[in-house]
């Protein structure tokens, strides 16, 4: 690759004060055009009641015997968090327990602070790890709390507190932590995250605790974690060598790695005696052949000692994949996807592998003996589940499911295996849906391979779907990378500010993402990207085929990843879209990998500085293929482009530099960054409310 030519070079200074000037000036213009005026505010008004309103589902997580939730609303922006008991949140107005009020902390400390998570101290859950970070971005600050006095533990009192960096942290004991963090030059890999984790005992300086594990500069990152389970407590280390790619082992009595023998591609996690291994290629084990996405499992000890018996607890098939995965204290449990529906499957493992099992109980027929199998019942049909929470370690066999989809609010269900589910919370619908019906269709892309999508829209008039109706303004939405599933789920914002207007919406279940299980990802990394962006021009094709919508009145959303979708849907099909919102976007492909945690993405994207890698990346790569209109391309329909000055994970140029040269070439683009908000684009309900209202307003005034 010849050298960097770069015009707009200078916008990659985040904070510099040309760069930012530049920005303000763009987002003025933008919002002159787009948010002032009366009907702007009332949707913005309209969006940020729905996200503040109480009737909201307080999801919860168990930690012994309190059940946990991070709570924002109109009077906590920044947020509160709180506890209760089983008891209570079966209530109507449960009783919370206010451990922290971020809103008061941020004002007392004159910080933006957003919350980034917790860890709570087993057995005795009185001391947590609480990740504070600045505007929300990637990196946090972490400091120790005490449950019982509801304050944080100065470090001159011997507090855990490790500034701001890219931190992984975890407890040992109450007086012993696992970290690893930015220590100075050597202590991070090139993509930004920790490169070694320290053993770091109370009341020590950090820079003196003793490294456990070290892994290689060109590594993603290195993580060490401590699974105090009783009668199982183990130290797991993960030495991730590329974004998909993993070493897992456990540390020995004289803090030796004992690496677990299988392929770097596959996922592994230990829960007591059981190992799960989850392929995401093929694998041939002792001549039998695994295919990818199926689940395997074995015992740990046996494993690490050389025994090589496996047992198959879920095998894909050509529309079935698996979706999720959690540990009950006895059971696992499994969400199946089948063509992108949910299904809940029971696993209960029998202690010996040789065991008899019931073949009435294996009902799924994936498993093997020893394993049985069994759909959990109950739920509601054409719903989409999800797995909001279990505890094996004091929930029993206790699970949390979240259900619901497009048209049809959430629903909190709690259950215990082999008992009855039981409805604890059930969200508001906040919009309109009455007469708004789900769709599903495939659309065939350029290869033949059959490209599934959901279609949101009102009957026709005779009852029958939108098919039968006038094309109208259409929302295309879609990701395509990492292995991301896009199921079926409510939103309020989606449904308030587009269904109800009379729009469609659409999601595409891409390749790129894992709706049918790893290859339907790992076919299009790197050499096989060009596939992703031909599913979304199938789909694309596919609804004005349909008569659902027509190009001028079709828009497309997506971000990060996304946003890179949205980037080359612009540049390489501009004649399929009326509009365009492109969000947090990667969109100078040539200097990705340059740029913050880029280089940890290689494994999706490619290398820019390998030649055959940049003559894929150089078809598609958005900054690189902008044409002007006219003589040497089309006229691109119009753009908004936002972005986040806090993000640290997708750096702000690529948006900033992409709308920089959009406008010089001449074409119709707008742009708006956000200060706060980090990746998620947004920092608090407000900032949500905002900036959906912008993207929202700017399509409906685009496509109508």
């Known amino acids: 690759m010849g050298p960097v030519t770069d015009p707009y070079l200078w916008l990659e200074d985040v904070t510099g004060a040309d760069a930012l000037e530049h920005v303000t000036s763009r987002n003025r213009r933008t919002l002159a055009e787009f948010a002032d005026d009366a009907e702007f505010s009332r949707l913005e008004q309209r969006l940020r009641d729905i996200l503040d309103t109480d009737a909201r589902i307080p999801y919860v997580r168990r930690r012994g015997q309190h059940l946990y939730n991070y709570w924002k609303d109109a009077a906590h922006p920044r947020g509160l968090w709180r506890r209760t008991t089983l008891e209570q949140y079966r209530t109507d107005d449960p009783d919370w327990d206010v451990l922290l009020d971020l809103d008061a902390l941020a004002a007392e400390e004159d910080e933006n602070w957003v919350w980034s998570g917790a860890q709570v101290l087993r057995p005795d859950f009185d001391r947590a790890l609480i990740a504070l970070s600045r505007g929300g971005a990637d990196a946090t600050v972490v400091r120790e709390f005490d449950l019982a006095t509801r304050e944080f533990v100065a470090a001159a009192e011997g507090g855990f507190t490790v500034p701001e960096a890219k931190t992984d942290?975890?407890?040992?004991?109450?007086?012993?932590?696992?970290?690893?963090?930015?220590?100075?030059?050597?202590?991070?890999?090139?993509?930004?995250?920790?490169?070694?984790?320290?053993?770091?005992?109370?009341?020590?300086?950090?820079?003196?605790?003793?490294?456990?594990?070290?892994?290689?500069?060109?590594?993603?990152?290195?993580?060490?974690?401590?699974?105090?389970?009783?009668?199982?407590?183990?130290?797991?280390?993960?030495?991730?060598?590329?974004?998909?790619?993993?070493?897992?082992?456990?540390?020995?009595?004289?803090?030796?790695?004992?690496?677990?023998?299988?392929?770097?591609?596959?996922?592994?996690?230990?829960?007591?005696?059981?190992?799960?291994?989850?392929?995401?290629?093929?694998?041939?084990?002792?001549?039998?052949?695994?295919?990818?996405?199926?689940?395997?499992?074995?015992?740990?000890?046996?494993?690490?000692?050389?025994?090589?018996?496996?047992?198959?607890?879920?095998?894909?098939?050509?529309?079935?994949?698996?979706?999720?995965?959690?540990?009950?204290?006895n059971h696992l449990l499994l969400v199946v996807l089948e063509d992108v529906r949910s299904a809940v499957v029971v696993v209960t493992l029998d202690g010996d592998s040789d065991s008899d099992s019931d073949g009435d109980s294996d009902s799924d027929g994936d498993g093997d003996e020893g394993v049985r199998t069994e759909r959990l019942t109950g739920l509601p049909e054409n719903a989409s589940v999800g797995i909001v929470g279990t505890d094996p370690d004091d929930g029993g066999d206790e699970f949390f499911l979240d259900v619901g989809n497009y048209v049809t609010p959430s629903t909190l269900l709690r259950g215990t295996v082999g008992g009855p589910l039981e409805e604890l919370r059930r969200s508001p619908a906040f919009f309109d849906a009455d007469g708004l019906t789900v769709d599903q269709f495939f659309a065939t892309s350029d290869d033949g391979t059959r490209i599934p999508y959901f279609v949101v829209h009102r009957a026709g008039p005779d009852g029958g779907t939108?098919?039968?109706?006038?094309?109208?303004?259409?929302?295309?939405?879609?990701?395509?990378?990492?292995?991301?599933?896009?199921?079926?789920?409510?939103?309020?914002?989606?449904?308030?500010?587009?269904?109800?207007?009379?729009?469609?919406?659409?999601?595409?279940?891409?390749?790129?993402?894992?709706?049918?299980?790893?290859?339907?990802?790992?076919?299009?990394?790197?050499?096989?990207?060009?596939?992703?962006?031909?599913?979304?021009?199938?789909?694309?094709?596919?609804?004005?085929?349909?008569?659902?919508?027509?190009?001028?009145?079709?828009?497309?959303?997506?971000?990060?990843?996304?946003?890179?979708?949205?980037?080359?849907?612009?540049?390489?099909?501009?004649?399929?879209?009326?509009?365009?919102?492109?969000?947090?976007?990667?969109?100078?492909?040539?200097?990705?990998?340059?740029?913050?945690?880029?280089?940890?993405?290689?494994?999706?994207?490619?290398?820019?500085?390998?030649?055959?890698?940049?003559?894929?990346?150089?078809?598609?790569?958005?900054?690189?293929?902008?044409?002007?209109?006219?003589?040497?391309?089309?006229?691109?329909?119009?753009?908004?482009?936002?972005?986040?000055?806090r993000d640290d994970r997708v750096h702000p140029g690529h948006a900033r530099k992409m709308a920089a040269r959009l406008e010089e070439y001449g074409h119709d683009v707008s742009y708006y960054e956000n200060i706060e908000g980090g990746h998620g684009g947004a920092a608090d309900n407000a900032q949500l409310a905002f900036t959906s209202a912008l993207a929202f307003t700017f399509l409906w005034r685009m496509l109508t």
């Open 169 to 329: 942290i975890g407890w040992i004991d109450a007086d012993t932590v696992y970290v690893g963090t930015d220590t100075g030059p050597g202590s991070l890999t090139t993509s930004g995250y920790p490169r070694r984790a320290q053993r770091w005992r109370r009341g020590t300086p950090l820079h003196d605790a003793p490294v456990v594990v070290e892994g290689d500069p060109s590594d993603v990152a290195v993580s060490v974690g401590f699974d105090p389970t009783e009668g199982y407590s183990r130290t797991v280390v993960t030495r991730a060598t590329g974004f998909f790619d993993s070493e897992v082992s456990v540390l020995g009595p004289d803090d030796r790695p004992i690496r677990i023998d299988a392929p770097t591609d596959a996922s592994l996690s230990l829960h007591r005696e059981w190992l799960l291994i989850r392929t995401t290629t093929a694998w041939t084990l002792d001549g039998v052949r695994h295919p990818a996405g199926t689940l395997l499992v074995a015992r740990v000890d046996d494993w690490i000692a050389g025994d090589r018996q496996v047992r198959t607890v879920f095998r894909p098939d050509a529309h079935t994949s698996l979706h999720q995965v959690a540990w009950t204290e």
């Open 466 to 645: 939108d098919t039968e109706a006038e094309p109208g303004p259409t929302l295309l939405y879609a990701y395509g990378g990492f292995e991301v599933s896009l199921t079926p789920s409510y939103s309020g914002i989606v449904g308030a500010a587009w269904l109800e207007r009379g729009g469609t919406y659409v999601v595409a279940n891409l390749r790129g993402g894992g709706e049918y299980g790893p290859a339907w990802h790992t076919d299009v990394r790197v050499a096989g990207r060009h596939k992703v962006h031909e599913d979304f021009a199938a789909v694309a094709r596919d609804l004005v085929e349909r008569g659902i919508t027509t190009a001028d009145r079709l828009g497309a959303r997506g971000g990060s990843n996304g946003g890179l979708l949205m980037g080359i849907a612009l540049t390489k099909y501009p004649e399929l879209f009326g509009a365009i919102v492109c969000q947090v976007p990667l969109l100078d492909m040539k200097r990705y990998h340059l740029l913050l945690a880029g280089a940890s993405w290689m494994a999706e994207y490619g290398d820019p500085d390998d030649p055959d890698d940049w003559a894929v990346i150089s078809e598609y790569s958005p900054y690189q293929n902008v044409r002007r209109p006219g003589e040497s391309g089309p006229q691109y329909p119009p753009v908004l482009i936002t972005t986040s000055t």
